[in-house]
């Protein structure tokens, strides 16, 4: 059956095509919603904090809200320097929020069992699209444990053995696609082999060679990882021109995944490809097809980011960039043919796993020290169970619980100059990332670290290593000036942490093919 039958079959799909002609009577009600609202929060505004022991945000709850969506960072910042409590509440619609600081907090937040990751996610960040936003139920749509379970198998070192020539020769088919010499934007280029790797990692080589499929699936992508807009996360039931968009946008990804997966199930010789290895095991192609859009929007937004900044800081740096390039050197000539006419990429291929992740320690704290620094996630939790107290404060049933990343990897108790990018921050002797619990959470910590790191690692040190190996670059400014002022990354750019004021380019020459 295609998608589009399997869609169209599912009743409650039919509810949506006569909720659009109902737009008109919801647009009615708007109004009517709005000025309840408005009447109910100018009430609340003069009555005394029912949650006395957690200071509770003044100011009109609509607008707290909107900053708390837009400008993420700075508002948990900028309402924590404005009080020495280790706490704050404030609302989101009906949504009670606790935001959290400090070591007992950290170590509450990713280890409390009542604290619901999923749950957390689910309504204030709202970035990866779910078959349920179509209309379709599935049994795995919220159970996280499901999709741990298959990455790390999926992805773990045998396949990452298996799949590392076919990684390798995607990059460098893009790269030539580079020409010889020019200037290219990284949060563009590196993005689309970051985006290439994930698909081919989280799916088949059917999908991953087909380059005009993968344009129409990276567009597509996009559009839904930035439409979690304030607007789309405060008014989700707003009936405006952006939810169907999105909603549309949803339907011709799954359905452009769905075929391809329906055409594996037919195929004659399955693959070790991950839509065989997972329609071996029995799963439906909804079930796939969840999987593998499930990997692109867990994956493709930080692996991009920490490439491009990884990049952008070895090419501010000398004596790093120096010390990458003599550890990459050394790794190429210990484990490949150094007389061989093969390209680099070929010669690449032949450097087991075992020796990309045991020994390239410099590449490591590079990777450690650009996360530290970059990294501008807000983790989000949900308490499911029951209340339980954190810094004397009361986190009740219900809340959601809000950590941002900046408390510990830019705290200056912690790390010495924590805006400088010091990779040797973390050889023995100095460790200052274990000075505290949870001193580094760039992989997540406790409860729910990130299952996907293996794969994250490979997939940045093989787009550095080509990089480096292949390329003289220098970072430059949009007319091609070298850029003498180190970039520092948006904090607020949830998505690429793009650097603040201007563009920054690679002016690039091919050395190595
Ligand atoms: C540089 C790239 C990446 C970074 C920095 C990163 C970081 C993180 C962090 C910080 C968390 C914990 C979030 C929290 O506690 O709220 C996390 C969780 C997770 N990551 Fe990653 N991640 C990366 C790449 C990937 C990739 C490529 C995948 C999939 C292949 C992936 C899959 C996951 C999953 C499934 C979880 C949730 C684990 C759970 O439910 O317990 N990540 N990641």
Redesign the pocket.
């Known amino acids: 059956m295609s998608f589009n039958a399997t869609f169209a079959s599912f009743p409650a799909l039919e509810a949506f095509s006569a909720e659009a002609g109902g737009d008109l009577n919801i647009l009615k009600s708007v109004s009517t919603l709005c000025l309840a609202f408005l009447v109910f929060y100018v009430y609340r505004l003069f009555l005394p904090s029912p949650k006395g022991s957690i200071r509770q945000l003044g100011g009109f709850p609509v607008a707290t809200a909107w900053t708390f969506f837009s400008k993420r960072t700075d508002f948990i910042l900028g309402h924590f320097k404005a009080s020495a409590a280790p706490h704050f509440r404030f609302q989101v619609l009906q949504h009670q929020v606790v935001a959290l600081r400090g070591e007992e907090a950290r170590k509450a937040f990713?280890d409390t069992k009542s604290l619901n990751?999923?749950e957390?996610?689910k309504i204030l960040f709202g970035a990866a699209p779910r078959l349920q936003d179509i209309a379709i139920n599935t049994h795995n749509g919220d159970d996280?444990?499901w999709?741990?379970k298959h990455?790390l198998t999926l992805?773990g070192k045998r396949r990452l053995t298996e799949m590392l020539p076919s990684l390798l020769e995607d990059v460098n088919v893009r790269m030539i696609g580079w020409g010889k010499k020019g200037r290219f934007d990284p949060f563009k280029n590196i993005y689309d082999l970051v985006f290439q790797m994930?698909v081919r990692?989280?799916s088949c080589s059917e999908l991953a060679k087909d380059r005009a499929t993968l344009d129409e699936l990276q567009k597509l992508y996009w559009q839904l990882e930035k439409s979690s807009t304030p607007t789309a996360l405060l008014l989700p039931w707003f009936p405006g021109p952006a939810k169907k968009r999105k909603r549309t946008a949803t339907k011709e990804l799954f359905t452009k995944i769905y075929d391809i997966v329906e055409a594996r199930r037919k195929a004659a010789v399955p693959s070790s490809d991950a839509v065989d290895v997972l329609l071996g095991q029995g799963q439906s192609t909804t079930e796939v097809v969840e999987f593998i859009v499930?990997?692109i929007f867990?994956?493709?937004?930080?692996?991009g980011?920490?490439?491009c900044w990884a990049l952008v800081y070895l090419a501010s740096h000398e004596e790093w960039m120096a010390k990458a390039k003599a550890e990459v050197k050394a790794l190429i000539e210990k484990h490949t043919n150094t007389l061989s006419t093969e390209s680099l990429s070929r010669r690449l291929a032949t450097i087991p796993i075992s020796a990309w992740e045991d020994e390239m320690p410099v590449m490591e704290a590079v990777?450690r020290e650009t996360?530290r620094v970059t990294?501008t996630?807000t983790?989000?939790?949900r308490n499911v169970i029951d209340e339980f107290s954190v810094s004397n404060g009361t986190i009740q049933q219900g809340d959601f619980v809000a950590y941002n990343?900046a408390d510990v990897h830019l705290n200056s108790e912690i790390y010495t100059n924590p805006r400088e990018f010091d990779p040797g921050r973390y050889d023995p002797g100095r460790e200052e990332d274990k000075k505290t619990t949870f001193g580094f959470?760039?992989?997540?910590?406790?409860?729910?670290?990130?299952?996907?790191?293996k794969?994250?690692?490979l997939?940045?040190k093989v787009i550095v290593t080509m990089m480096l190996a292949g390329f003289d670059f220098d970072i430059v400014d949009k007319n091609g000036k070298h850029i003498t002022k180190i970039p520092v990354p948006d904090r607020n750019d949830i998505h690429q942490a793009r650097p603040v004021g201007d563009q920054c380019f690679f002016e690039f020459e091919r050395i190595v093919d």
């Open positions: 990713f990751f999923t957390g996610y996280a444990s999709f741990n990455i992805l994930t990692m989280a499930n990997i867990a994956g493709v937004v930080n692996t980011m920490i490439s990777i996360l990294l996630n983790f989000l939790r990343v959470v760039g992989w997540g910590a406790g409860r729910h670290p990130c299952t996907g790191m794969v994250a690692k997939e940045i």
